[in-house]
């Protein structure tokens, strides 16, 4: 088969510590390497173009919209398309395996599974459920897209199969905790937008993947978000932060470990928690109101 040729869309904004290790892990493996940034004020840009990249700049709402765009305006020529975080890099071997498999996809076939692996404080954390986390992350072009969500947005493939490719695409941010917890911050408020929007029904664009515990990884994912959505507020990050750390062994990754989902997995929850409660409060209870604010605010169209 011809139907080789891959895109690397990455988005940034300043991403100048990261930007020159992920577009290295993509060279000769995709013969186009999309920046799509965010107005960085350092050298991403500067670096992203001596690379060999190319790279625009578009307003930033979120993630997924941003990417959506790229896809949509970009003139991408390439038949597959490849999101990469400026913070991860490919390992050789799966980008190996990739060009080996890649040229044997039938056309029936729209999606790609990788492994996602996290590094935090330079350990690899591969216990409590963090790793191997497939997900997919290759898209034939004009077959998929972003979940349009605020936060922890995951790609889909509006219809035929997908494949699982058993190799990794390494999350490893080089920032520090303090750069880290603010980041989380940030995150909080939009993560506490899509706990309103599934709790009240009001998450529409992404109404079509039914909630099945048996059923894909995206209907299983959201009907475990939904349960996690309508357990008690306030309890449920401890709740996650037992299951994660105890019972799928999250202790077995160290002292990193321990920092990661203590941070991650109890204190970035309860900081969602938090901010979803302060809004409630902010609308006195009202849970009419409420809508109307997110209907006003955060459902529209791209």
């Given at each position: ?264 997995g109890f204190w970035y929850r309860m900081l969602v928690d938090a901010k979803v409660y302060e809004w409630k409060k902010k609308m006195g209870g009202d849970t009419e109101k409420m809508k109307e604010w997110l209907m006003e605010n955060y459902v529209k169209e791209n």
């Amino acid at each position: 088969m011809t139907d080789v040729t891959i895109a690397a869309v990455i988005l940034t904004k300043n991403e100048e510590r990261h930007i020159a290790r992920c577009i290295r892990s993509l060279q000769g493996v995709c013969g186009e390497i999309w920046v799509i940034d965010s107005y960085s004020t350092d050298r991403t840009c500067e670096i992203a173009e001596s690379m060999g990249a190319r790279v625009v700049q578009h307003p930033f709402e979120n993630q997924a919209r941003q990417f959506n765009w790229a896809i949509d305006c970009c003139s991408i020529a390439a038949t597959w398309i490849w999101r990469v975080d400026a913070d991860e890099y490919v390992e050789k071997e799966l980008a190996m395996q990739v060009l080996a498999r890649i040229r044997e996809l039938p056309r029936s076939v729209n999606g790609i599974y990788v492994n996602k692996k996290i590094v935090f404080m330079g350990r690899p954390l591969l216990h409590g459920g963090w790793y191997p986390a497939p997900q997919i992350k290759i898209i034939r072009k004009g077959y998929g897209a972003s979940e349009d969500k605020w936060m922890d947005e995951h790609l889909t493939v509006f219809h035929g199969e997908t494949v699982y490719i058993n190799g990794d695409q390494t999350d490893e941010n080089l920032n520090d905790l303090s750069w880290w917890s603010q980041k989380h911050i940030g995150y909080a408020g939009r993560e506490a937008i899509n706990v309103l929007l599934m709790a009240y029904g009001l998450d529409v664009k992404n109404a079509e993947v039914q909630p099945k515990f048996w059923g894909t990884d995206a209907e299983r994912k959201r009907w475990l978000k939904l349960k996690y959505v309508r357990s008690p507020l306030f309890l449920r990050p401890f709740v996650n932060f037992f299951l994660r750390y105890v019972l799928k062994g999250g202790f077995l990754d160290g002292k990193e470990g321990f920092i990661w989902h203590i941070l991650q997995g109890f204190w970035y929850r309860m900081l969602v928690d938090a901010k979803v409660y302060e809004w409630k409060k902010k609308m006195g209870g009202d849970t009419e109101k409420m809508k109307e604010w997110l209907m006003e605010n955060y459902v529209k169209e791209n």
